[in-house]
Structure formats: structure tokens, C-alpha cells
């Protein structure tokens, strides 16, 4: 049998070296929270396939919904002949997302088509071709997604990029606030856009705004409320689509079905995919029927998009997520991971921020002068492989550690795993320097 380390191996062989790989992990076998390694060795999720798992793995009336569809249809594509799994995920999404009188969905594979599609009917909708997106996002790498994202390390060399695209800062107060109180902080950067209509791109010719309510790669940092509010009332005044981008926060991570329904304001389009197919790649677009139905027959959707097994391992999935309460679950995750955190964070100077929504919940770690603790995250990443707790870091510099754990995840193993990160968090921080040690909580390595 293969070795952990023989698969590695075998990767480094065959494997494009472009394609991420931010842990040493391997994984045989998962149930639940936890994987099971080559080895033979138990590892706690804490990264739920980056956000994908909120049912967790194995989740057995998911599996039992891939087995029945797979013996019954496998492929035909939507274009060439209507199948009921495509029309019923439709039908259900709508019911969940409503946006406005009447709503319409596309069914898609991956977060990127979702978001290339959505900038699609929005372009054809408005007959315009700008889109304006903001810092530290993160919507996918194909090339009009690459463009929109901000993170050049996800697109070095692979230029030139999609045209008509521009960037504001996102209006992150803890991190633009510049001291002001967060009404005026938010009151500028709406000023900010609306100067950006004069200084950089007319809002004639702005097709959509796309924003992640809460970022996911850009470090869990959620917008203001009365920013959104503000979003909305402009792009209504400019005739501009607004699109939500709900990948990553979508389908009860944040407490909710979607990270929006916390701040009362509805989008034009959003795009969702992720924990939507419990670990089946599909992903949705969902818009106002009337903008949706703009787009031209022919322009939107592909060969495998809302495939037949992976629309049944959706419906399967939404229906464990209401059978299990997992809004009401994730909303007791959070609270129990940022009670913990903010208790590390009151002895432990290298933690600058805990932060989140629901159970999208981070750790910001910086050096004692500020800059991003960027190595010392990297090591805590390593560290807590090593200790059976699989965590990933996020942010433009790769300082923050994100909690994605399965919303499923019993108690007393959500506590073995923060145990083990504290730990690690406190022993990688006192080898730092001193500045940055504290005394090690319950379950630090001696």
C-alpha cells in the first residue's frame, strides 16, 4: 500500500508543479470531520476541502443520492435534453435565494464559470462592458476571473489580462479605517466610488459591481452593512448589476444560506458553488428573472454544467443541511471558535485580529512591527499536520489562518482541534521571539 510520503512522490513526478499544494497532507479516507492519511493516521478538518464539506464527508444520504442517479443517468447535457435533477436544483435555489418578484438559476461546474457567467448576463443585460471589483478578492483562475481577482501570485505570467476591469479598495475598516468611526469610514469609501465614476470609469459604462460579502482567499474580512446598503442604493441610481459573490460563505458557513441574508440587501446576481454539491463539483448562478432572461439563447451554460449526479448530490446536500440545522450549527461553531481565539489573542501579541462570520472564522498574525506574520503562519500550517489537524492560511500575504471546518464536527472534536492549534500557535510564536509568547494554553506540545 502507498505511503504518504511515496504519493508525494509520485505527485512531484506527474503533477503540474503550478498546481497548489499547501500541506504536505494525503488523505485515503474521510468521514464526517476527520480524514484518514495513507499512513494510517487520523487527521481533524479544519479545512473542509476548502469550505466544500459543510455536511462532511461520507455524508451518507448524499452518497446514497450519487449511487441512485449514477445507475440511472450519468450525462446527456441540459442542452440537448431536460433532465429532472437540473430543473429540481433550479426550483430549489430559487426557493432559498430569492432575489426580487421572480428569480431564475444556471446551473455551472466551478465558483469561476459561476462568476464568468454571471459578468456575462450582466454585460448583456446593461450593454456595457466595465466591471468594477475590489482588493483582495478572489473569484476563480480562469482569465476574466483572474482579472477580477487581486492576488498577483494567482496570476503571475499569465497576462495579458480581460479588459474593462477596475479595482477600489475593499472597504475593510480594520484595515482602511484610518481611525475614523466606521459611518464616516464607510460614507468615504461610497464617496470613493462615486469619484470613481468621474476619475476612472464612467458609470455609463459600468456593467456590474462583484464583491464577496465576506472574502474568503482575502482573509475573512466581512463588509460593513451600511456599505452594502450603499452598494445597493448606487448601482440602482447608475442602472448597474450587483453581484454577490457567495462561493466560498454560501450554504449555512456563515449562520445563514447566504452571507447577504445578515445584512438585508439583495443582489441582481450571485454566484454560489462549493459546499452547494457536497463534494460534487456544480455551481449555481441566481439573478432577477427579468436580467437573467436578457441573456442571449446560446451564450450561457456548457456541456457538464448542473450534470445529473452532481444536481442530485445538490439536492441531497440542501436537504441535510435543513435536516441538521446546520445554520443553527454553524452559528454555535463560531461562537465557540472565537471565544477561543479572543481569549488566545488577550496573551499572545502576535494575534492582530480574530475575525469572521458564523463559521467562517480567522486568526490574523502579525510580527511586532506590524508587518504580516507570514512565516510564522506557514510554520503553525506545518506544525498542526504534524499534531492531526489540517488547517490552511488565507490573505493576500498568507498570514492569516482560516478555520472551514465541516459544520458537523461534534464538540469535543472541534475542541481537540483548537487545543491543538493554541498550541501550536503559542509554541511557533515563543520560538519567534519573545514578544510574541504566552503562556501555552490546555493541549500546547511541550
Not at 140 to 145: A, I, P
Not at 265 to 290: C, F, H, N, Q, Y
Request: contains cysteine; proline residues 4%; neutral net charge.
Amino acid at each position: 500500500m502507498a505511503s504518504s510520503e511515496s504519493l508525494r512522490t509520485r505527485r512531484a513526478a506527474v503533477v503540474a508543479k503550478a498546481v497548489p499544494q499547501v500541506t504536505t497532507a494525503t488523505v485515503a479516507s474521510a468521514r464526517d470531520a476527520m480524514l484518514v492519511d495513507l499512513d494510517g493516521r487520523t487527521v481533524i478538518d479544519f479545512a473542509g476541502g476548502i469550505g466544500v464539506m459543510n455536511v462532511g464527508h461520507g455524508n451518507k444520504a448524499v452518497v446514497a443520492a450519487i449511487q441512485d442517479q449514477a445507475d440511472r443517468l450519468l450525462h446527456t447535457c441540459i442542452h440537448v435534453a431536460t433532465y429532472e435533477p437540473y430543473v429540481a436544483l433550479c426550483e430549489k435555489l430559487v426557493e432559498l435565494f430569492p432575489h426580487g418578484r421572480k428569480t431564475k438559476a444556471l446551473l455551472l461546474n466551478s465558483g469561476a464559470e459561476a462568476v464568468e457567467n454571471a459578468i456575462k448576463i450582466a454585460r448583456q443585460a446593461t450593454a456595457r462592458p466595465a466591471v468594477l471589483c475590489f482588493s483582495e478578492g478572489f473569484h476563480g483562475r480562469t482569465l476574466l476571473c483572474a482579472s477580477l481577482t487581486s492576488k498577483t501570485g494567482y496570476k503571475r505570467g499569465c497576462g495579458p489580462f480581460a479588459p474593462e476591469i477596475y479595482r477600489l479598495p475593499f472597504p475593510s475598516h480594520e484595515r482602511f479605517g484610518d481611525g475614523l468611526e466606521l459611518d464616516a469610514f464607510v460614507q468615504r469609501e461610497l464617496d470613493r466610488l462615486q469619484e470613481a465614476f468621474t476619475t476612472t470609469v464612467s458609470a455609463l459604462d459600468v456593467a456590474a459591481i462583484i464583491i464577496e460579502v465576506i472574502q474568503g482567499e482575502g482573509g475573512f474580512v466581512t463588509a460593513p452593512a451600511a456599505y452594502l446598503r450603499g452598494l445597493r442604493k448606487i448601482c440602482d441610481e447608475h442602472g448597474i448589476m450587483l453581484i454577490f459573490d457567495e462561493v466560498q460563505s454560501g450554504f449555512c458557513r456563515t449562520g445563514r444560506w447566504a452571507a447577504y441574508q445578515h445584512f438585508d440587501v439583495l443582489p441582481d446576481l450571485s454566484t454560489w458553488a462549493k459546499s452547494m454539491g457536497g463534494g460534487m463539483p456544480i455551481s449555481a448562478v441566481l439573478g432577477r428573472a427579468e436580467v437573467v432572461d436578457m441573456a442571449a439563447p446560446g451564450t450561457l451554460g456548457g456541456t457538464f454544467g448542473g450534470n445529473p449526479v452532481s444536481c442530485a448530490a445538490a439536492l441531497a446536500t440542501i436537504s441535510e443541511m435543513e435536516r441538521l440545522s446546520l445554520n443553527d450549527r454553524a452559528e454555535h461553531i463560531g461562537r465557540r471558535i472565537r471565544e477561543r481565539f479572543e481569549a488566545l489573542q488577550r496573551k499572545l501579541p502576535a494575534i492582530s485580529d480574530v475575525r469572521g462570520l458564523g463559521a467562517m472564522m480567522a486568526v490574523e498574525l502579525r510580527t511586532p512591527r506590524g508587518a504580516p506574520a507570514t512565516d510564522l503562519v506557514r510554520e503553525v500550517v506545518s506544525a498542526c499536520v504534524e499534531r492531526g489537524v489540517l488547517v490552511i492560511a488565507a490573505g493576500p500575504y498568507a498570514n492569516i489562518l482560516r478555520i472551514l471546518c465541516p459544520l458537523v464536527i461534534e464538540d469535543e472534536l472541534l475542541d481537540k482541534g483548537l487545543d491543538i492549534v493554541e498550541g501550536e500557535l503559542v509554541r511557533c510564536a515563543a520560538t519567534a521571539g519573545p514578544t510574541h509568547s504566552a503562556a501555552a494554553p490546555t493541549g500546547a506540545r511541550s
